[in-house]
């Protein structure tokens, strides 16, 4: 079973654990757990804060060891992203000699729809017997499945994703959340900070890319 710590760096879900007064192990009940949760958010139902990581898809499709960029509305507000985005996207694949999975959720905005990349549906992923393209796009990958591509990443970028920074930390990985400075501070408080945690502020969009390859050349 795997669980997502959330909220003030875990401490609310730590905190939910502690209150049953029993030691943690990995057949600790996500149905106990909820119910201690249910304390603190009266709305959530038993499948919010858990999954159970064996009934996730796996794919053979030779995917590991790749890069992963989750675009989103966030991305918006990085200069120069609708003109730029496609080049920086390139020269990182490049550079790093890594294949780049781009994911993305009912994105429309123009920025998106500018890259001239090759998009899969995930339902339509189990066709694919093996995915070659050194950059490809995996569209509308079900919250639960994206776990899989999280874990097998080497490093995983997104502009603060909740979900997507939550889980890499969690699992270990490269991390690099692309934020505002102005709201380092917010943001704080509710990730963990490890070595793995690495922040690229907004500018540019090439600027921001340069940086991620700087990150990657710490390793």
């Not at 990581?53 to 675009?71: A, D, Q, S, T």
């Not at 729809?113 to 066709?127: G, P």
């Not at 591509?149 to 490269?174: A, V």
Request: some cysteine.
């Amino acid at each position: 079973m795997f669980y997502i710590p959330v909220h003030t760096r875990g401490r609310l879900l730590q905190g939910a654990i502690d209150d049953l007064n029993e030691p943690v192990s990995d057949e600790f009940s996500p149905f106990l757990i909820c119910i201690q949760l249910k304390k603190y958010y009266k709305n959530i139902d038993n499948n919010i804060y858990y999954f159970d990581e064996k009934k996730i898809l796996n794919y053979n499709n030779n995917l590991k060891n790749y890069i992963l960029i989750h675009l989103d509305e966030k991305f918006i507000d990085i200069q120069n992203i609708e003109k730029d985005l496609m080049s920086s996207i390139k020269n990182l694949s490049k550079k790093t000699n890594k294949k780049i999975i781009i994911t993305a959720f009912n994105n429309d905005y123009k920025y998106y729809k500018n890259l001239n990349i090759k998009k899969i549906n995930f339902h339509d992923l189990s066709n694919e017997k093996e995915i070659n393209d050194k950059i490809i796009i995996i569209e509308n990958i079900p919250i639960v499945n994206f776990f899989y591509f999280i874990k097998n990443s080497y490093m995983n970028i997104s502009c603060h994703s909740g979900f997507l920074i939550h889980t890499s930390l969690l699992l270990g990985k490269i991390s690099v959340d692309i934020i505002n400075k102005k709201d380092e501070i917010w943001l704080n408080t509710w990730t963990p900070i490890t070595k793995n945690y690495k922040k690229v502020y907004k500018s540019n969009t090439k600027k921001v890319f340069n940086s991620i390859h700087k990150i990657l050349n710490e390793k």
